[in-house]
């Protein structure tokens, strides 16, 4: 609360975005975790609530006749702007504001004090939710091949690893150390995906410190290990997923990537994904083509193509589609890496088992992917998100461009998705809002640290408690388009840009009527009226004859209505 | 006409098909006066290709050793490719394609072969007449008349016979105005907005010249139409600097000091040749290959397919917040008024009218504004994306039409009674049809060739039962409120069901098409019993 300079501002406009014209006058609130705008007009009580750690950035602007402007970017991509009519008042808002919205340490995030009515009992079960050994085991893991290696316990040999994970039959704990020790960050390869049908799988792990010429025997023997654990293949990818310029460049700092002929039957490969600055500034300048007021198509168009963006989420997505068909059609297995493993790895991951595995495409199933691609294999989300102050240059919407793979891929595949869109949206808020524990800290060590699972809630179990608004009523599992392997197109005009997500406060550009409610509200109708037609069959016993006696019930009951519908 | 002469080579076995989406099949060609035919020669699940020869917009020969290869490239964007036996046979064929796609008399194309089994010519060709029209709206009664000064085409040879016209304005006075703009296109009514009475005209550009001529009838029809109310609208589908431009070749606007109570809006929009290479760099972008973001992005924006949408849908947005919401009659015109006029006056009326949104309403709607009104179907749809043919009238405004109502479904899923389904079949019949409806540049020369006698009426088979429900919307609710279409980049999109038809991704949008109707008939079914 001492960061709070002025609780209250009356007489503020707040403009629309697209026209300025628009206006809505209110009063301003700041509280120790929301900002609250309150129109004051037409007796309606139209709020406006932004959570602080939303707040991207706070800008005030050069002061008009009408007043002085205050400019608020959120990581929703929520644009506000203010006119406060005191410069004063102006002054402190925006000094509070900057405050509120960077916190210098964990303590200060808002999933600390978030208390909703929960009991301790319940809160605690909300963390068992989501269990990965249990996507192991429906993988059919453990077994005769793959082996949980107890090595990383305490962190003792990666500390952004976590302290479980899936390793060859073969692979003894010296070659996993040893294997570390010639891998950035000690995160050595080990198991993501694993595809019972045919062995092949997908192990990640970060670059080799292979320089010029360094050579690692353990860590040969690791890889060796991985292409054994696949009895149908005689050989393995090396995906690289960084441009092959990059990756030559990291040599000369000693790392780098594999050499073909050290390491037997590898077939290695660049796919030229770009690195998280130039991602960074290439959602900038995407974000400031949202933001034209006024843009021609033509505007429109030239700035997204020079801002890169679908460009790189092609490149995400076709990474993904090259390890995918590795895996279902050629029966290989995959190491995936890029630098430290933990953005381009984990989106590629994450993106090919979207593509492979119809699991990852339920509520349940994707929940879990990020859940052991990005928070159990340690993505920074902190540093990604900016939840406390720190490096800029650390911040990148990494998360966002998943998000988005899987949106195309949507967009693509109408049926074969059980969640929808608003669900991607509500997570990606939910990276940025701090509002739950799960994307706090960078890494599985940090967040037993922090005792999140003691503190906070989680967000999926909410997530799952209120899945009827994520449904895609189109979701058809048995479907032709939704079995197996999604044969995704990368043509580029097969991506659109996400207005859902990047212009998703400003409802004007949005289609005026959704036919996902009109389907939701029909099915919902739909299965109620079944519900009732069955228990009627139920009431009367489910035979031959009551059978027809129930028809011949139906019939009497709604006489000509039924007739006419026969 | 006779076909055969053009006809070398009727038969060839042994031919190979490529098409997309399929694979390739082996079966027997034959060509026809109007048809290409290919069966397949498995006998079980035989499948045969019924292709108008009207539909193939440009065809490349190639030849290797004894044998060759025709890739056609239709209008509705489809691409075939033959592999054919026997170089003569090949180049016989090719011969014919290239000759019988684009023969040029009206009489000898399909329609008047066209003779389904289930079919009778009909008694009444089209969905209304102008005479009807008028007779259905009594709202138009005390105001308005239904003039048949035009019934021998002498006065507008492309307006129909009977026009509606204010009451005040006897017939001597609207030929006079009819010699005062181009084409004799005086303004006649188009719409009738019921919730406060305000229309929307329609004309060509006036005939100013250099020396500023006026034409008191002219000014008095149009003063007519506001009658009783302080002003109206004009906006002219030309920039400030065309409008003025167009005076040194005889035509104009109505300038303030003689139509003083009317006030002009300029909004340029794209016409003719431009539109029509629009077309073409974007069918070619679609079909580029080099899977380069960059460079699809750069085509997609250098080709200004979508800028023509998003000024058409604009423009239209303008013309109904002059009538809907600022309360004034509006007229309409660019220089012919034969083309963007139309595009702007048939979006409004969707946008603000609910009758229009309905399967019958929106038929009757293309009725009035494009077949009657006359849009030069003949000439401007002769070619399409594929062609080499030199460009003449080619212009692809009804298109461009459709895909603007295209963007107002995408952004209203609900409120309008037809689907994306009938859109594109009214895509492909604008090109190559069965059917008489697009055929001739008027209602003159269709009289003159006796279409509405000896043709099929495409609009009245469309809204037979079975089509119908194939057409239809089935979330359709109808909504009284104007439905206003947001027109920012963002809000806009490719229409990949007609511009990326042929590729598998469109298949998965239909497949999800087809379970919303599924959910919706199952749901129907439940709620009845």
């Known amino acids: ?566 | 006409m006779e076909f055969a002469e053009h006809i070398k080579t009727a038969n060839v076995e042994d031919v190979v098909l490529r098409q997309p989406l399929q694979p390739p099949s082996r079966g027997t060609l034959c060509i026809t006066g109007h048809h290409l035919l290919f069966s397949d020669r498995e006998e079980s699940d035989s499948r045969q290709v019924l292709l108008l020869l009207r539909n193939i917009d440009a065809i490349e020969k190639r030849m290797s050793g004894s044998s060759g290869t025709i890739t056609m490239k239709c209008k509705d964007l489809r691409v075939l490719q033959l592999d054919i036996p026997g170089m003569e046979q090949c180049l016989n064929i090719a011969h014919s394609i290239e000759t019988l796609s684009c023969l040029d008399c009206v009489s000898a194309m399909y329609p008047f072969f066209y003779r389904p089994v289930d079919l009778s010519l009909p008694e009444q060709w089209g969905l209304s007449s102008p005479e009807m029209h008028y007779s259905q709206m009594k709202e138009l009664y005390e105001k308005w008349r239904l003039s048949t000064v035009n019934r021998d085409y002498s006065v507008c040879p492309s307006y129909p016979p009977a026009v509606i016209v204010p009451k005040s304005i006897d017939d001597d006075t609207l030929k006079k105005a009819a010699k005062f703009r181009q084409g004799g296109r005086f303004p006649v009514l188009c719409y009738y907005h019921k919730k406060n009475g305000m229309v929307i005209m329609r004309s060509s550009q006036p005939l100013l010249g250099a020396n500023r001529k006026r034409c008191k009838e002219d000014e008095l029809l149009l003063q007519a139409v506001i009658e009783g109310s302080d002003k109206g609208y004009i906006i002219d589908t030309r920039s400030m600097q065309q409008a003025q431009q167009a005076r040194m070749t005889g035509g104009g606007f109505e300038s303030k000091s003689f139509y003083d109570r009317w006030k002009r809006f300029h909004r340029q929009m794209e016409r003719g040749k431009a539109l029509q290479e629009s077309l073409i760099k974007l069918v070619e972008a679609c079909g580029d290959e080099s899977n380069n973001m960059d460079r699809w992005l750069s085509k997609l924006e250098n080709s200004k397919w979508l800028s023509h949408v998003q000024n058409a849908l604009s423009t239209a947005g303008l013309l109904v917040e002059c009538v809907e919401r600022d309360g004034h009659s509006v007229l309409v015109h660019g220089s012919e008024g034969t083309d963007c006029s139309l595009l702007i006056s048939t979006l409004a009326q969707l946008i603000m009218d609910p009758c229009c949104r309905t399967m019958e309403g929106f038929l009757g709607l293309l009725e009035r504004e494009w077949i009657q009104a006359r849009h030069p179907f003949q000439q401007r749809c002769a070619h399409s994306a594929y062609s080499h043919a030199r460009l003449q009238q080619e212009s692809p405004v009804f298109l461009l039409l459709l895909d603007c109502v295209w963007q107002l479904w995408r952004q209203f899923p609900l409120a309008l009674g037809f689907s994306e389904a009938l859109l594109l079949r009214l895509a492909t019949e604008v090109y190559a049809s069965d059917y008489g409806t697009f055929l001739c540049n008027s209602d003159q020369e269709r009289c003159a060739l006796e279409v509405k006698e000896r043709t099929h009426c495409l609009f009245r088979a469309l809204l037979r039962p079975t089509e119908r429900d194939y057409y239809s919307n089935p979330l359709y609710e109808r909504t009284e409120l104007a439905i206003w279409p947001s027109v920012h980049p963002q809000s806009l999109q490719l229409w990949k069901g007609y511009f990326l038809r042929w590729t598998q991704q469109v298949r998965h949008l239909e497949e999800a098409q087809e379970e919303i109707r599924n959910m919706v008939i199952e749901w129907g079914k439940l709620a009845r019993s």
């Not at chain 1, 609130?29 to 929301?34: D, G, Q, R």
């Not at chain 1, 939303?54 to 929703?76: E, F, M, Q, R, W």
């Not at chain 1, 294997?179 to 092949?200: E, I, T, V």
């Not at chain 1, 088992?353 to 902190?382: A, N, Q």
């Open chain 1, 1 to 566: 609360m001492e960061h709070i300079r002025l609780p209250k501002v009356e007489n503020v406009k707040l403009l629309d975005r697209i026209s300025h014209r628009r206006r809505r006058v209110g009063t301003l609130y700041l509280t120790a975790t929301h900002t609250i705008f309150v129109e004051s007009e037409a007796g309606v009580r139209n709020e406006t609530w932004v959570l602080h750690s939303l707040v991207c950035s706070v800008d005030k602007l050069a002061a008009t006749p009408s007043g002085c402007p205050l400019l608020i970017h959120c990581k929703n991509f929520q644009v506000l702007h203010f006119i406060i009519s005191k410069e004063q008042e102006c002054h402190d808002i925006h000094l509070s504001l900057q405050r509120l919205s960077q916190p210098e340490s964990y303590d200060e995030l808002y999933c600390f004090s978030y208390k909703p009515n929960v009991d301790e009992k319940e809160r605690r079960q909300e963390w068992d939710f989501l269990d990965l050994k249990a996507d192991y085991s429906r993988m059919g893991l453990p077994s005769s091949l793959w082996k949980l290696s107890p090595v990383n316990q305490h962190y003792k040999v990666s500390d952004t690893y976590p302290a479980d994970l899936f390793v060859p039959e073969s692979a003894t704990p010296p070659v996993i150390v040893g294997s570390s020790k010639f891998r950035s960050r000690g995160r050595f390869p080990a198991l993501s995906y694993y595809c019972k049908d045919n062995h092949a799988a997908i192990c990640r792990s970060s670059q080799p410190l292979s320089g010029f010429s360094a050579r690692c025997l353990e860590d040969e023997q690791m890889l060796e290990a991985i292409l054994r654990s696949n009895p149908c293949s005689d050989f393995m990818y090396v995906v690289d997923t960084r441009p092959k310029l990059n990756a030559i460049a990291n040599r000369a700092a000693g790392k780098g990537y594999e050499n073909e002929d050290n390491y037997s039957n590898i077939k290695f490969q660049f796919v030229g994904i770009e690195n998280i600055h130039v991602m960074r500034n290439s959602q900038q300048k995407m974000l400031e083509v949202c933001e034209l007021r006024s843009p021609s198509m033509s505007d429109f168009l030239e700035g997204l193509e020079s801002s890169g963006w679908l460009k790189h989420i092609k490149a995400v997505l076709d990474a993904g589609i090259f390890i995918a068909k590795a895996v279902a059609e050629e029966g290989v297995s995959v190491l995936i890496h890029c630098s430290d493993g933990w953005d381009r790895t984990s989106q590629v991951c994450s993106v090919a088992c979207v593509l492979l595995d119809p699991y990852y495409r339920t509520l349940r199933g994707f929940m879990v992917l990020i859940e052991k691609d990005w928070v159990s294999f340690g993505h920074k989300f902190s540093h990604r998100c900016k939840h406390v102050v720190g490096d800029p240059k650390e911040v990148s919407p990494i998360i966002d461009q998943l998000l988005e793979c899987v949106w195309q891929l949507m967009e693509q595949f109408p049926c074969a998705f059980e969640f929808n869109e608003r669900f991607l949206i509500t997570i990606h808020n939910h990276f940025y809002s701090c509002q739950f524990g799960n994307f706090i800290g960078n890494n599985q060590r940090e967040r037993i640290e922090l005792r999140v699972h003691e503190r906070t809630h989680s967000l999926w179990s909410y997530l799952w408690a209120n899945r009827t608004d994520y449904t895609n009523p189109l979701y058809r599992p048995n479907h032709s388009q939704t079995q197996g392997l999604l044969r995704a197109s990368t043509s580029p005009y097969s991506f659109k840009f996400w207005k859902g997500l990047y212009n998703r406060f400003d409802h004007g550009m949005h289609p005026r009527q959704s036919v996902e409610d009109y389907l939701r509200a029909i099915q919902e109708e739909t299965q109620q009226l079944e519900e009732q037609l069955s228990s009627h069959t139920q009431a009367i016993g489910v035979t031959e004859i009551a059978e027809n006696l129930m028809l011949a019930i139906i019939k009497q009951c709604f006489g000509a209505c039924y007739v006419a519908a026969e």
